[in-house]
Structures are given as C-alpha cells and as structure tokens.
C-alpha cells in the first residue's frame, strides 16, 4: 500500500532533491502514520507548489483588494508634488486692482528669453522704481500671480517661493525626494525584521499623525520638515502593501494583481487632479488624501488584515506559527478542493533559518541580481523626466501643466497595460530588455535628430521615452520582489525603490540651478541606458516560478544559458516550478 502511494510523492524533473536537513514533511520528528488511521493529507511534489492562504481562496481575494485600496489616497500624498510646487505666471504687485497691459510695460522691464526661441517678456522680479525707468529694483510689494492652471493657492503663491526665495522649491523636492528614499530603506528593513502587519500599522499612524502636521504648517521650514517625514511614511505603506500583496498570490496571479494595484494609483492621481480643480487649496488637497488613511487603521483589528504567512514560516515566533497552523487545519475542510497551502511544502517551524549577515554578504548572485535591477531602476526614473520637460528645456516651448500631467499619468496607465499583456508571455527579463532599449533609443534620437526632428516628431519620441521608461521603472520594482528571498523581500525591494530616487534627485537639482547642465544630464543617462541593456542580460527569468523564501533559494535564480532554450515549464536550476 504505501508503496504504491510514492511514487507521486518523486519529482519527475531533472530537479536536485532538497538538503537533506531540510524536511519536507509539515512535522519531521514524528513517525509515518499509518493508511488505516486517518486519510493522508494532500502533500504537494518538491517541484512545485500554489501561494493560496489557509483561510481559503475568497479570503485571499478579499485581501488582495484590501491591500490594493490604499494606493487611491496614497497617490494623494506621493504624487502631489507638481501641483504643490508648480509656479505659476507673475509679476511686481502693482497699485491698482487689475494691471493692465499697458501698466505693465510701463512699470516692469522688458527681460530676454534664456532659451532658444524663447522672446522673453516682462520682468517676473523687477520692476521700475518709482515710475522712473532709468533705475531698477526688486520687486518691492510682493507678487500677483495668474493662476490658470493648478492649484490657485499652493505653496509657491501663499509664501512667494518665487525670485529670491525660488530656490526653496527644489529643496523641498529634494527633501520630500530624500524622505522616499529613507522610508523605503528604514521600512524596508522594519517589514523584514518585524513583520508585515506591524510595519504596515506604524507607517500608517505615522502617514496620518505628519498629514496632519503638514496641512497645519505656518512656515515653509516647518513644511519641507514635516513634508519629509510625510514622505518617508507614506513610502512605507506603499512598499509593505506592495510586498505583503504579492506574498498573498500564487505564481499567476502575481502580475495581474500587481498590474491592478498600479492602475488603482493611477486612478489615484486623475483623482487627484479633480480634487486639485474642485478644492484649489493644497491644505485642502493633502488632507483629502491622508483624512481616509485612518479608515485603514482598522487594518490592525485581530482577523481583518493577517500577518504574511511566508514571513511567519521564516519568524523567530513559533506560538503564531503554530496558531496559523492551527487555523490551517480547523479550516481545512471547509476550503475549495483546489486551495492548497504552502504550509504543507514548507519546513517545520523549529527548523526555519534565521538571517545570517555573513551568508548574506556571501551571497553573490542575490547581490548581483539587486545591484542590476537597482542601476535599471536609477536609470529609468531620473531619464523619465528628460523626456517630459524636453520641449520645454531645448525649444523653450513647454507645454501646459494639464498637458504634461495628463500625459504622464496616462503613460504609467499604459505601460502597467502593455507589462500585463505581455509580460506572463515573453518573460520579464525579454520585456524588461525591450522596455530599457526603446528608453534608450528614443533619448539618443531627440538628442542626436534634435535640430531636423520636427515638433511633432519631438512629441513622438518624447512619449515613446517617457512610455518606455515608466514601463522600466515599473517592471523592475516587479522583477526585484519575485526573485528576492522573503527574508530580505523587504530591504531588496526598499534598496532598488531607494535607488530609483536617487534617479529622480537630478530633476530637482537641475531646477536649482535654472536648468544649467540639462543637455549633459540627458547625455549621461542616455549613456547609462545603454549599459543598462547590457546588465539586463545577467538576470534570471521569474516566470511563473516560486517566490524564493531563504538566501539559499534567491542563489538558485541565476542567468539561463543563453546558447540553449528552455521550456517555460522547465525551472531555473534547482528552483522549483508550480507548474510541473
């Protein structure tokens, strides 16, 4: 009898069996039970097994559309920084209620255009001194601003962050920039260390409590402070719900869900640009946007939002553990026939390798696999601003903000499109290659062509990059959490999002010094994009693989040889595949 109940139990692959320290049974110490005493439970082959949670499928759906909710108002807060800061048309605040084209000659001097094919116009810092048009001064009573697009009341027109004070605006930028940056490496860290859930609990507290601060500041000093812990907080949220929601699926599920979430924030910033047109106050619009995030506090109530299982298999605390299990078993009978857990193909909780930092630094391949998907990531994010200011920093003929905002939110929707249309077919390193090809092709062909490309070739290529390099800064956020280990999932996705906004960093920089060095900063990332293809080629091939759990298993993704072909269903060395 049991002889002919193990065969099934063989990997028919050409797999290598799993250390022998490593049990495969849910309880290694205790003996072979026997057929008559109770029906052997379903036990999945070492090659392959299903992310579907113990509760059952319509609980792991619930949660999957319970960690996508977030990203709506989380877009209020990552997002806004354009409506916040954009300057808008001004001049000398002159006597009289209206200025009238002809006041306005006569009282502010003529100023020529920096840029080609700029003609310049009045002054927007000087003006005539009392009515004489032989001396020049600063402006003397403030500024009065033409705001016809964006908000009517932002930071810019309520403290005249313009002329002399302009310079507050790309530090703000840079700190809010900053303030990402340290809360994708420090909540990183914090959703590795002390779980999902916990981490998850903390940004949100901490995303409303500096929401709050931030809408009540009475200093621009006070604003950038607040601003960068709002930041730092805010990317928290993002980066566990993003992670947390990928751990929930099975291997087929992975992009279309991901695919989902980026739509929801896309979703998030046309929301946001309505709410900007209907309140026109920044106080007002950050606050629409952090007011709803208390309703995700109730994320904390016992049952409603679980902790990880992947990350509790991998836990120091075997009493949660053992009360998963306990779950998983009470509920095993009333689940779908098809629902499985990865509870029964993974180790017992004595046995769960804790994180070893010397292991960890000897981890080549996992290293390797960071530091190539974290150069993509600086590269895509700070090229894509190239492109959407390029009109306006080489021909000085800018389009409207509308425009310009419009246009990049419906190229981050697009791309989240073509990636799950094509992604799951063509393999994540072949579109990833592509993606960092056309970015690359299209910025050599605007700064090569620049002076015989017509404006509406310029527009072509200009949305093609910008295309091309959101799809790239996307996909690689996605590449990185699958073929991270879940015991650094957190600090490996938070170090490649952290280097992306070193990419985005340029933007703001070159901003303060009036777009001086635009050319070269375009120069050097087009250079860079093309040693990005190149470092591409080192990646391995996630597809419908298992997400590694141990630094033993993210070693095992490597590069497939390039000389021979694989089948889909054929895993990466010793990586075990679901589908086989």
Same mark, same amino acid.
């Given at each position: 009898?049991?002889?002919?109940?193990?065969?099934?139990?063989?990997?028919?692959?050409?797999?290598?069996?799993?250390?022998?320290?490593?049990?495969?049974?849910?309880?290694?110490?205790?003996?072979?039970?026997?057929?008559?005493?109770?029906?052997?439970?379903?036990?999945?082959?070492?090659?392959?097994?299903?992310?579907?949670?113990?509760?059952?499928?319509?609980?792991?759906?619930?949660?999957?559309?319970?960690?996508?909710?977030?990203?709506?108002?989380?877009?209020?807060?990552?997002?806004?920084?354009?409506?916040?800061?954009?300057?808008?048309?001004?001049?000398?605040?002159?006597?009289?209620?209206?200025?009238?084209?002809?006041?306005?000659?006569?009282?502010?001097?003529?100023?020529?255009?920096?840029?080609?094919?700029?003609?310049?116009?009045?002054?927007?810092?000087?003006?005539?001194?009392?009515?004489?048009?032989?001396?020049?001064?600063?402006?003397?009573?403030?500024?009065?601003?033409?705001?016809?697009?964006?908000?009517?009341?932002?930071?810019?027109?309520?403290?005249?962050?313009?002329?002399?004070?302009?310079?507050?605006?790309?530090?703000?930028?840079?700190?809010?920039?900053?303030?990402?940056?340290?809360?994708?490496?420090?909540?990183?860290?914090?959703?590795?260390?002390?779980?999902?859930?916990?981490?998850?609990?903390?940004?949100?507290?901490?995303?409303?409590?500096?929401?709050?601060?931030?809408?009540?500041?009475?200093?621009?000093?006070?604003?950038?402070?607040?601003?960068?812990?709002?930041?730092?907080?805010?990317?928290?949220?993002?980066?566990?719900?993003?992670?947390?929601?990928?751990?929930?699926?099975?291997?087929?599920?992975?992009?279309?869900?991901?695919?989902?979430?980026?739509?929801?924030?896309?979703?998030?910033?046309?929301?946001?640009?309505?709410?900007?047109?209907?309140?026109?106050?920044?106080?007002?619009?950050?606050?629409?946007?952090?007011?709803?995030?208390?309703?995700?506090?109730?994320?904390?109530?016992?049952?409603?939002?679980?902790?990880?299982?992947?990350?509790?298999?991998?836990?120091?605390?075997?009493?949660?553990?053992?009360?998963?299990?306990?779950?998983?078993?009470?509920?095993?009978?009333?689940?779908?026939?098809?629902?499985?857990?990865?509870?029964?193909?993974?180790?017992?909780?004595?046995?769960?390798?804790?994180?070893?930092?010397?292991?960890?630094?000897?981890?080549?391949?996992?290293?390797?696999?960071?530091?190539?998907?974290?150069?993509?990531?600086?590269?895509?994010?700070?090229?894509?601003?190239?492109?959407?200011?390029?009109?306006?920093?080489?021909?000085?003929?800018?389009?409207?903000?509308?425009?310009?905002?419009?246009?990049?939110?419906?190229?981050?929707?697009?791309?989240?499109?073509?990636?799950?249309?094509?992604?799951?077919?063509?393999?994540?390193?072949?579109?990833?290659?592509?993606?960092?090809?056309?970015?690359?092709?299209?910025?050599?062909?605007? /700064?090569?062509?620049?002076? @015989?490309? !017509?404006?509406?070739?310029?527009? #072509?290529? $200009?949305? *093609?990059? %910008?295309?091309? +390099?959101?799809?790239?800064?996307?996909?690689?956020?996605?590449?990185?959490?699958?073929?991270?280990?879940?015991?650094?999932?957190?600090?490996?996705?938070?170090?490649?999002?952290?280097?992306?906004?070193?990419?985005?960093?340029?933007?703001?920089?070159?901003?303060?010094?009036?777009?001086?060095?635009?050319? /070269?900063?375009?120069?050097? @990332?087009? !250079?860079?994009?093309?040693?990005? #293809?190149? $470092?591409? *080629?080192? %990646?391995?091939? +996630?597809?419908?693989?298992?997400?590694?759990?141990?630094?033993?298993?993210?070693?095992?993704?490597?590069?497939?040889?390039?000389?021979?072909?694989?089948?889909?269903?054929?895993?990466?060395?010793?990586?075990?595949?679901?589908?086989?």
């Amino acid at each position: 009898m049991m002889s002919l109940d193990s065969p099934p139990l063989v990997s028919p692959s050409s797999c290598p069996d799993p250390p022998l320290s490593l049990p495969s049974s849910p309880v290694p110490s205790s003996p072979a039970p026997s057929s008559s005493s109770f029906p052997a439970p379903h036990v999945l082959p070492s090659t392959g097994e299903v992310m579907v949670l113990a509760l059952g499928k319509k609980k792991q759906r619930m949660l999957i559309a319970l960690s996508i909710l977030p990203n709506l108002f989380l877009a209020f807060l990552l997002s806004s920084d354009p409506l916040l800061t954009f300057s808008p048309p001004h001049h000398c605040h002159l006597p009289g209620s209206l200025a009238s084209p002809e006041l306005l000659n006569t009282s502010l001097p003529w100023e020529k255009g920096q840029r080609p094919g700029d003609s310049g116009g009045p002054s927007q810092c000087k003006q005539y001194s009392n009515g004489s048009q032989s001396a020049v001064v600063d402006c003397e009573a403030g500024w009065d601003y033409n705001a016809t697009e964006g908000l009517r009341n932002n930071i810019v027109t309520e403290w005249d962050l313009v002329c002399g004070q302009y310079w507050l605006v790309p530090v703000e930028e840079v700190c809010f920039i900053l303030g990402v940056l340290t809360g994708c490496l420090g909540l990183g860290y914090a959703a590795d260390r002390l779980g999902r859930s916990k981490t998850l609990l903390i940004s949100l507290a901490l995303s409303v409590m500096f929401g709050v601060l931030v809408c009540v500041s009475p200093y621009p000093s006070i604003f950038i402070v607040m601003r960068f812990c709002l930041a730092a907080a805010s990317a928290g949220v993002y980066l566990t719900l993003y992670i947390t929601r990928l751990e929930m699926c099975e291997p087929s599920l992975r992009l279309l869900v991901t695919m989902l979430a980026g739509l929801m924030t896309v979703a998030g910033e046309l929301l946001l640009l309505a709410v900007a047109l209907g309140c026109q106050s920044w106080r007002g619009l950050l606050g629409a946007g952090a007011a709803p995030l208390t309703l995700f506090l109730s994320y904390g109530i016992p049952g409603v939002f679980p902790e990880s299982s992947r990350w509790l298999l991998l836990s120091e605390r075997s009493a949660d553990v053992n009360s998963f299990s306990e779950r998983r078993n009470s509920n095993r009978d009333v689940r779908d026939d098809e629902s499985f857990t990865e509870l029964d193909s993974e180790l017992a909780p004595s046995s769960h390798p804790h994180l070893s930092f010397p292991e960890l630094f000897h981890s080549r391949n996992i290293w390797k696999n960071m530091c190539v998907l974290g150069f993509t990531s600086f590269i895509s994010h700070g090229i894509s601003h190239c492109y959407s200011s390029f009109r306006g920093d080489v021909r000085g003929t800018s389009p409207s903000f509308y425009w310009m905002y419009l246009l990049s939110v419906c190229a981050g929707g697009g791309a989240w499109l073509l990636l799950w249309a094509t992604v799951d077919r063509c393999g994540r390193r072949g579109i990833l290659l592509l993606s960092m090809t056309l970015t690359g092709l299209a910025s050599l062909i605007l /700064l090569g062509l620049m002076e @015989y490309l !017509s404006e509406m070739a310029i527009t #072509v290529f $200009s949305v *093609l990059g %910008l295309f091309s +390099s959101q799809a790239t800064a996307s996909l690689c956020i996605f590449f990185t959490a699958e073929i991270m280990p879940t015991i650094i999932r957190g600090s490996g996705v938070g170090a490649v999002l952290a280097l992306g906004c070193v990419g985005r960093l340029t933007s703001p920089l070159i901003d303060l010094r009036n777009h001086y060095g635009y050319f /070269l900063h375009h120069v050097v @990332y087009s !250079s860079l994009a093309l040693l990005a #293809v190149l $470092s591409i *080629l080192l %990646l391995p091939e +996630s597809k419908r693989k298992v997400l590694p759990q141990t630094l033993a298993d993210g070693e095992q993704y490597r590069r497939p040889p390039l000389g021979r072909r694989r089948r889909d269903n054929v895993p990466l060395l010793a990586t075990p595949n679901p589908e086989t």
